[in-house]
């Protein structure tokens, strides 16, 4: 069984972060994600939400500063969003490669699959190959969260 300082489950962008904060310290780290790492903050809305937020108030500063109506068509908008997305993705996608490949590193272990407590230091991995458990000093639970519907 392989064993690890911290086991982080989730690689969203809380999961990722303490992961990265974890390396920082020395820490031996595995992340556990079920799907594609960045969650949320990639591929759920809250990076697109982010970049129109922040266009938008350029944009305003633009238009006030030039006292001149601006235009600019969503097709536009939507291209400035794509850009922010796919730089993070390459960001992201790029820093895990980094990690993996410093054979002299051996800190950060990236794991495809769902991650499920067993005890207080072991977790099982369920990925494509199968099941394997690891051991961890130390486990954050990162997996995110949905809004609750309510029934009325």
């Not at 780290?29 to 938008?56: H, N, P, Q, R």
């Not at 922010?84 to 993996?100: D, N, P, S, W």
Request: include cysteine; hydrophobic fraction near 40%.
């Amino acid at each position: 069984m392989e064993k690890f300082d911290l086991c982080v489950i989730g690689g969203g962008p809380a999961g990722y972060a303490a992961a990265m904060r974890a390396i920082d310290y020395g820490k031996k780290v595995v992340l556990i994600e079920k799907s594609k790492l960045g969650g949320a903050g990639i591929y759920d809305g809250v990076l697109s939400s982010k970049t129109m937020w922040e266009f938008s108030k350029k944009f305003a500063i633009v238009d006030e500063l030039t006292n001149q109506d601006v235009e600019i068509t969503y097709k536009e908008v939507q291209k400035v969003v794509d850009r922010a997305i796919f730089e993070r993705k390459q960001q992201l996608f790029v820093h895990i490669k980094l990690l993996e490949k410093e054979a002299e590193n051996k800190l950060f272990y990236h794991k495809r699959g769902y991650g499920k407590l067993i005890s207080k230091n072991e977790i099982e991995i369920d990925g494509k190959n199968g099941k394997e458990v690891v051991w961890a000093d130390n486990i954050i639970l990162a997996t995110g969260s949905t809004p609750r519907k309510l029934p009325h």
